[in-house]
């Protein structure tokens, strides 16, 4: 891959345990562990209950976490500095959606840069100073009238992006698929139907027409799995045990042709 597959997210000034541990949640999720905090409100941050709940799984990524006083000491190491803000500057680095620039990182960069993502305080956001530092300014696309993010969600998001252009992941099932039923098990449960109908009156076996040969149709069409054809055949014996007895002459009978 082109990109970098450990990049740092670097999170300036943070004031909110829950956001440091949320933060660390959504880059765990998407395959990444770097983090570090420049001076957070709270110097124990990574400890805090708070924090670690909010993680959710994810503490491991707190334990590797560093907690820094100046940005200088976030950034060993990395070659290729990323700020994130809600609208560009009139000034500094070009801006980009981070999509589009990771696609071009990707399309350019060889040998592949560490890349570093800088998230400015909840309250704060960044300053002109950080976000000079930066060889470009992230702003995610929002609504125009209201592109306010919570700290972990930007985090998620840009992690969420840069982890597609490495490729991203399989979407995988965490259930197996279920059996299909054969062709004798479906052909079994329409004769217990065929069975259940005449014997409550709406299958006339004289007079059949075509109802058979139509719900065969239906259950070819359903692709019915063992399981399904066992519930059909359930409800057919809840049928014949509340239908004791064969109908009036004045029952419903089947009239499709």
């Not at 420049?38 to 909010?54: I, K, N, Q």
């Not at 350019?108 to 930066?134: C, H, I, K, M, Q």
């Not at 079994?188 to 006339?204: C, M, P, T, Y």
Request: aromatic share 6%.
């Amino acid at each position: 891959m082109p990109l970098h597959p450990q990049p740092r997210f670097i999170l300036m000034e943070t004031s909110h345990p829950g956001n440091v541990g949320a933060a660390a949640r959504a880059i765990k999720v998407m395959g990444f562990g770097d983090l570090v905090l420049v001076r957070p409100r709270f110097a124990d941050v990574l400890s805090l209950e708070e924090t670690v709940a909010m993680a959710s799984g994810a503490a491991d990524v707190l334990t590797r976490a560093k907690v820094v006083d100046d940005i200088s000491d976030a950034l060993h190491g990395v070659v290729h500095l990323c700020a994130t803000a809600m609208t560009p500057r009139d000034f500094g680095p070009p801006a980009s959606a981070p999509r589009a620039y990771f696609q071009a990182l990707a399309d350019t960069a060889e040998p592949a840069p560490r890349a570093a993502f800088l998230f400015g305080s909840e309250r704060y956001g960044l300053s002109n100073e950080d976000v000079y530092r930066a060889h470009v300014c992230l702003s995610i696309p929002t609504h125009p009238s209201y592109g306010s993010l919570n700290l972990a969600q930007a985090v998620q998001l840009v992690a969420y992006e840069y982890r597609q252009q490495l490729g991203g992941y399989d979407v995988t099932s965490r259930t197996a698929e279920p059996l299909r039923a054969d062709a004798a098990a479906v052909h079994g449960a329409l004769q217990h139907w065929e069975s259940v109908l005449e014997h409550i009156g709406f299958l006339d076996p004289k007079a059949p027409r075509k109802l058979m040969p139509r719900l065969q149709q239906l259950l070819n069409r359903a692709q019915l799995t063992q399981e399904e054809v066992h519930i059909l055949r359930g409800i057919a014996r809840a049928v014949e045990k509340a239908s004791p007895h064969a109908p009036s002459d004045s029952s419903p009978r089947n009239t499709l042709e």
